[in-house]
């Protein structure tokens, strides 16, 4: 008797209606109640508003704008977004504008290479940014993946994204931008002053950083938003241990890995602190005050820790 061969399980498609993005603006639609804040509120209209464009994900817009044009409070949008945020739905740099929701372009395919040569120009109009960067780096992979000539039309279309300041930048940009390379230009200069050639530091792993910060103390207020600030700010902590040496004149770290166990580590020693964890008594000016993420990032935070309990060999 012969044997039954082993059927292939069938790839289901997924099923898809079409959204005209001017719905938001028709008359009739607008006269109808509002929606209610809600993060599937929001997520509706990431996907269908009309700030999107040809970019699947990729796209400019302002977190009061948005919230204006949904008739919601800036606390209830933040609210929301925190929601979509949480579960990995949507990046935001607020103060560039610019909105990433990275499983756009799985479910927005570009039908052909001609689309993704259309939109070199739509990208150009995207603030300069290390979420664009990132997106940049994620469309680049999905395209790709497609095949050869939709990699080979990405490739003629967009090159490699600008490192340097854009010429539409806004001035506060600028100024930020300088600073950082200002700031590099510190760290490859030899002991003598003489700028050097230094070792390139690993990438910061900023949402490792908050997933340790959240695992070691949950008590603490989660962090929903990731502001433009507040990445800095982890970035900045984070060139400090792979730059800085303990009191016997090693290095805290050398690699990605040995730089979030030393955080690990801090979090957990911010843990012991019983003024930190509200353990103890507060009064006066912190008498209501809660530590959080943003507090142990900064200078202060950081001596607060280190100051008061022994840092690991």
Known sequence: ???????????????????????????????????????????????????????????????????????????????????????????ADFKARVMW??????????????????????????????????????????IHALGESFGKAFEESFGKPSAKPSPKAMPNQEQEQEQEQEQEQEQKKEPNGSVGKADPLPACQTEKVVELYHEVLPEMPRVRLMPDKRRKAIAALWRWVLTSKKADGTRRAQTADQALTWLHDYFGRARENDFLMGRSARTGEHANWQCDLDFLMTDRGLKHVIEKTREPA
């Open 1 to 91: 008797m012969a044997e039954a061969k082993d059927s292939k399980p069938t790839k289901t498609t997924g099923r898809y209606r079409k959204v005209e993005v001017r719905t938001w603006g028709d008359e009739k639609f607008r006269n109808l109640s509002p929606m209610p804040p809600s993060g599937q509120g929001l997520w509706l209209y990431l996907i269908t508003g009309p700030h999107t464009g040809p970019i699947p994900g990729l796209f400019r817009a302002g977190r009061a704008a948005m919230a204006e044009e949904l008739d919601w409070e800036i606390e209830d949008f933040d609210k929301a977004f925190g929601e979509a945020f949480a579960q990995g739905m949507v990046k």
């Open 101 to 142: 929701l990275p499983s756009a372009i799985k479910h927005n395919r570009p039908e052909s290479p001609n689309v993704v040569r259309s939109w070199a120009a739509e990208f150009d109009l995207i603030p300069e940014c290390d979420l664009k960067r990132e997106a940049f780096e994620a469309l680049k992979a999905s």
